[in-house]
């Protein structure tokens, strides 16, 4: 249970996600949070390896370049990037109907 004024707000912003404005303008987010989640998996850009911020500049635009032949072949050999994510939930359904 929220205070009034919290759950007001929450079922406001929750009414307003249903709408197709908001949904496109999250498709625009969804694919910027996709780019940042292989920034990180693959390159390791959650901590910088170098200090100064020309080394960690240059780390960034290696890792971007990194990024982009890894799309690149994707493309060209006709595989996904990514599978889509499985909750720990989902995992477990399979073990509970059997």
């Known amino acids: 249970m929220h205070p009034r004024a919290i759950q007001e707000t929450l079922d406001a912003a929750r009414t307003e ?3 197709p404005a908001w949904r496109d303008q999250y ?6 949070e996709a780019t940042i989640h292989q920034a990180v998996t ?12 020309k ?25 996904p ?7 720990h939930l989902a995992r477990l359904e399979p073990a509970l109907t059997a």
């Open 17 to 19: 996600q249903t709408t």
């Open 81 to 87: 990037r990514e599978r889509k994510r499985t909750s």
């Open 27 to 32: 498709v625009i987010r969804c694919g910027i």
């Open 42 to 53: 693959v390159t390791g850009l959650r901590r910088a390896r170098y200090r100064g911020i």
């Open 55 to 79: 080394k960690v500049h240059l780390e960034h635009i290696v890792s971007a370049i990194a990024i982009n032949l890894i799309r690149l072949d994707a493309w060209w050999n006709g595989h």
